[in-house]
């Protein structure tokens, strides 16, 4: 039995969001459903009680991701040093929404039926303002990240001329300039998330009246609609110049040049890693655009209560996304075969330079066997 008033606890996120719905269930109460009571409990079991491994093996191959990219490879293209910075992204990503979100504010609550719950947004305004700015910036930076990591692949198929004379030290400028773009286009949320007001409850969210800036956080924070659907759209073309490639597959099978058959290889990994996270998000990035853009309406309490279930949902569909990185390591190593050595260094607790001193790099990136 709930011993505790809900409607008086000042918080929208409360210890009670993943036992209130199937509460209202038992007691016949018209303000759930038994889909709804559902919803609550699939999401309270992911997050007390599968989330956490996740975020283990999330944590240990996004580790392992980075050093390799970073400390493995001797001579290191542009899209080694993007896959490194998309890994560390992961994994602060992952971090600081599960390890301080999901898992306080819904896992340990649902596993505690109740009593023990944590949420940094019901702190202070401020604690409100930093961890959705950050947590904003982070969601940001993965996806212009993610597209900087696609443009820069097809316009270097589509120039190689031109790309071939950018070198490392021009991709950390292109990871510098993604990273002030994102800051630029998280400024407006962090200046107006705040503790704010509705339905006599407090929450950390935005001014309500202000619709344009729902919109604008879930196309380029919240949801990252934006860069959702200019990935898929990349994603599109590299599936086309694939396509036509592979159309010719035997004329660079048997060329002399094993730069086009590199390529290829290259493009198909980028489309495979690509592809996936797209695919991932787009369960998650249509419910918080939804929720996101369709906050209140004319009933107060039944709209608080749908957008409860969307966010349920979404979480749900979000704790998938965090599975990515362990699916890009695996990736990795079916794919790429200086990855597989230097991670079998790795489990075999060998040094790296034990693989260096077997393969070299040449200028356009690719390992060849020294003997």
Known sequence: MMRHNVSKYPFSD??????INCYNV?????????????????SGILCAYILPFIVLFNVICNVINA?????????????????????????????????????????????SNGTIFFSI?????????????????????RGNMLITTMLDRLLAVQFPL?????????????????????????????????W??????????????????????????????????????????????IYFWLQHRRQIATSTHSTKSSELSACILLLIISGTTFLLSIPAVS?????????????????????????????????????????????????MEHFRLLFLCILQCKAFHTVKRLYKSTPNGIYQLTG
Not at 26 to 42: D, E
Not at 129 to 135: A, D, E, I, V
Request: aromatic share 14%; proline share 4%.
């Open 287 to 335: 419910i918080a655009y939804f929720a996101i853009s369709n906050p209140f309406s004319k009933d107060p309490n039944n709209a608080f209560i749908k957008l409860r279930v969307m966010l349920d949902l979404r979480d749900v569909f979000l704790i998938l996304t965090y599975m990515q990185s362990i699916f890009n390591t695996v990736i990795y190593i079916w794919r």
């Open 67 to 111: 050093v390799i990219f970073l400390h493995g490879y001797r001579r290191k293209t542009r899209q080694i040093i993007y896959l490194a910075v998309l890994s560390l992204v992961d994994l602060c990503t992952c971090l600081l929404e599960a390890t301080l979100r999901l898992i306080p504010t819904k896992g340990i609550p649902y596993a």
């Open 26 to 42: 038992r007691r016949g109460s018209p303000k759930s459903t038994p889909a709804l009571c559902n919803i609550a409990t699939l």
């Open 162 to 194: 031109q790309f071939s004379q950018f070198n490392s030290r021009n991709a950390w400028y292109f990871v510098l300039s993604t990273f002030i773009t994102a800051v630029l286009l998280m400024i407006p949320i962090i200046v107006q998330s705040d």
């Open 121 to 141: 947004n019901n702190i202070s305004g401020i604690g409100c303002k930093l961890y959705r700015g950050t947590l904003g910036l982070l969601n940001t930076f």
């Open 196 to 241: 704010t007001v509705s339905s006599n409850k407090t929450s950390c969210y935005k001014v309500p009246s202000n619709r344009f800036l729902y919109l604008y956080y879930g196309l380029f924070s919240g949801a990252c609609f934006a860069q959702t659907a200019i990935n898929g759209l990349l994603n599109g073309v590299l599936l086309l110049k």
């Open 14 to 19: 409360n210890l009670w969001d993943m036992l």
